[in-house]
């Protein structure tokens, strides 16, 4: 397993529903976890490791936690009102800047034993829940950061691509 860079195809794609959490989605998702350690993220959605299946594991930062696995989330609750903040995503290297959030969420979801649950989050996990299920949705958090930033990682972005490209002509 390994984390997919933009512009993969898969990134633009809405994932569809797991429905049920059988032992290879348990497996899988227990992969996902090391991997989101070893890039230093603090959440990682299927997609970005090429699994097209709405699925995130985010971590809330706090001391002592174990990142969190969400199968199937749905965003109850947003709000607080937008708060900006800097951002960066493990499919895109090097690219951070800043986008507008909700200050709180709440979210349900099913654990790896198929068994719902809601989630509150403010803050630094809220902003995290709602970029990985953005993720879900093939939404990027490119297309949600402020056109300041977004211009100024023009050159980044057009690397990435370039690089892709790079990559499925040598394939
Ligand atoms: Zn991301």
Redesign the pocket.
Known sequence: MRVVHYPDPILLKPAPLVGRVTDEVRKKAAEMIPLMHLED?I???AP?VGWAARLLVAWDGEEGTEPMVLVDPEILEKGGGFEDGN??????PGIFGTVARYQTVRVRAMNLDNQPFEVSAEGLFARVLQ??I??LDGV??VTRMKPADRAANKAKLEELVARFERRSTDT
Do not use: R
Not at 87 to 92: A, R
């Open positions: 993220g959440g990682l959605a970005q951002e960066g995503c493990l499919s895109f970029h990985e953005d993720h990027l958090f």
